[in-house]
């Protein structure tokens, strides 16, 4: 079977090196011995939705932070394919909404919908949350169909981020899972997957990872977390 070679794109390019035509995050060279948000508006702009009706009481919201914007308001991120990097193609995008934002104990919550735009559900792809938990500075990511008895059953376990979450350099150890936080041009965004070094043992594409922003929520996608394996980036975002 031929090798996919997918790049971490733009959103790395502060860790990243060239390595036979791709660009990988630095960490793992050392390791290797072992979109735009847009509430309902089609302007393409980034305006804050209206808080809808049922939405998650101010009091059980977190402050401002990397998870806030899964679970303010009912938003939508359109996610463009950025493949060819100077030829986006805006009609071959992901569009990512949350939907049923709801209150359970002191967190907010609320299920996630991806989708392309030519309607076909994608959110099988690695990595992508389904559902998520926002509790202060911590998310805690869910099956899609957690009821509120086995969120409020999950909020009392270990979350599965914090804010910010700790780096995690990929290793054979770790099954190769990866997070890293980096500065961007809109502000700090987190990415997490992981990365698995061609050659070792993976005869395919080895890596995905799904990005978010405190600014604009869902940022990126690519490799096996998005459709044929390829980048996807909220507009403006695609060179972090």
Request: proline letters at 8%; hydrophobic letters at 35%.
């Amino acid at each position: 079977m031929a090798m996919k070679c997918f790049c971490l794109s733009g959103l790395l390019a502060s860790a990243i090196f060239i390595v036979s035509g791709c660009r990988f995050e630095n960490a793992v060279a050392a390791d290797r011995g072992d979109a735009q948000a847009t509430p309902a508006n089609p302007s393409g702009g980034t305006t804050a939705a209206p808080k809808p009706t049922g939405a998650p009481p101010s009091g059980g919201v977190a402050k401002p932070g990397l998870w806030q914007p899964l679970v303010a308001a009912a938003t939508s991120w359109k996610l463009i394919n950025y493949n060819i990097r100077d030829q986006p193609d805006e009609d071959n995008a992901v569009i990512v909404s949350n939907y049923d934002l709801r209150q359970v104990g002191a967190a907010a919550v609320a299920r996630l919908r991806w989708k392309t735009s030519a309607g076909e559900d994608v959110g099988s792809g690695e990595h992508l949350p389904q559902q998520v938990a926002v509790l202060g500075p911590k998310v805690w990511f869910l099956p899609l169909n957690a009821d509120d008895d086995a969120v409020s059953q999950a909020l009392t376990r270990r979350p599965t981020f914090g804010d910010p979450p700790a780096d995690v350099h990929p290793t054979r150890k770790n099954k190769w899972r990866w997070v890293q936080t980096i500065s961007g041009k809109h502000g700090r965004v987190t990415c997490i997957g992981h990365y698995r070094p061609q050659g070792d043992g993976c005869e395919d594409t080895c890596s995905g990872m799904v990005c978010f922003s405190a600014t604009n929520g869902i940022v990126a996608v690519e490799g096996t977390s998005s459709p044929n394996f390829e980048y996807y980036a909220l507009k403006g975002h695609q060179d972090d």
